[in-house]
């Protein structure tokens, strides 16, 4: 079944303890992102990667790291994790072939930071 | 820049009534338009999306959207609205790679079905 999944789903941590979101697909696309969504602002973009070793930022990447080392594979890092950093965070991924703005979702990352 | 503006944070309607959530965008070029769903707990789902051609696009669910040039719109209806449509709405805008291959969302609008 193709997918983009998220692990873990829910994580509760401290202020400054480092944490890492995995987010892997199966569908062999070259475009992922990250997106944080808080009520009353939709979702945001944090970071996006149009293919191996290629990053960029959306436009709230303050205080979160990516890594794409892998085609299937895009952690999301938190350094140093912040409560304003509490929020639901998704990933997605898509073709560039088939045009990357039909982005596939995973089912999402609740995150509490105490 | 680009912006997507849903001005309906909640909408009530009964169940078999018609329904329209509204979406405005602001765009500098032919935009790439989109409606999402979310439904309590679960990820996104795509409904639809305009890319160019005829403006009047149908989705899943039953669900279509009319792109309107003239007034940067591109609103969601459905004729008769089932319970199970209740769940968060987002529109949102992408485009050429000089806006940084990144889809805009708007805050969503959250439909609540009543009998």
């Known amino acids: 079944e193709a997918q983009v999944t998220q692990n873990p789903r829910y994580l509760i941590t401290v202020t400054g303890k480092k944490l890492t979101v995995t987010c892997s697909q199966n569908?062999?696309?070259?475009?992922m992102s990250w997106y944080r969504q808080d009520p009353g602002l939709g979702l945001r973009q944090i970071y996006y990667?149009?293919?191996?070793?290629?990053?960029d930022k959306g436009d709230v990447p303050e205080g979160y790291k990516v890594s794409r080392k892998e085609k299937r594979n895009f952690p999301l890092i938190l350094e140093s994790p912040s409560p304003n950093q509490t929020s639901l965070y998704f990933c997605a991924s898509s073709s560039m072939r088939a045009g990357w703005e039909t982005q596939y979702f995973g089912p999402g990352t609740r995150l509490l930071v105490l | 820049a680009q912006s997507v503006t849903q001005p309906d944070i909640h909408i009530t309607v009964s169940e078999g009534a018609s329904l329209e959530l509204r979406c405005n965008y602001s765009?500098?070029?032919?935009?790439?338009l989109f409606w999402y769903v979310q439904s309590p707990g679960q990820g996104l789902q795509l409904l639809l999306k305009y890319f160019s051609g005829d403006t009047l696009v149908q989705g899943i669910k039953g669900f279509e959207a009319e792109f309107k040039r003239s007034q940067s719109s591109f609103n969601l209806r459905k004729p008769s609205v089932h319970w199970s449509d209740a769940a968060e709405y987002f529109c949102a805008v992408g485009g050429a790679m000089e806006y940084g291959n990144k889809l805009v969302f708007g805050a969503g609008t959250i439909l609540r079905v009543k009998s």
């Open positions: 990667s149009m293919n191996v070793e290629v990053t």
């Open positions: 765009y500098g070029a032919t935009p790439y």
């Open positions: 569908m062999n696309h070259e475009y």
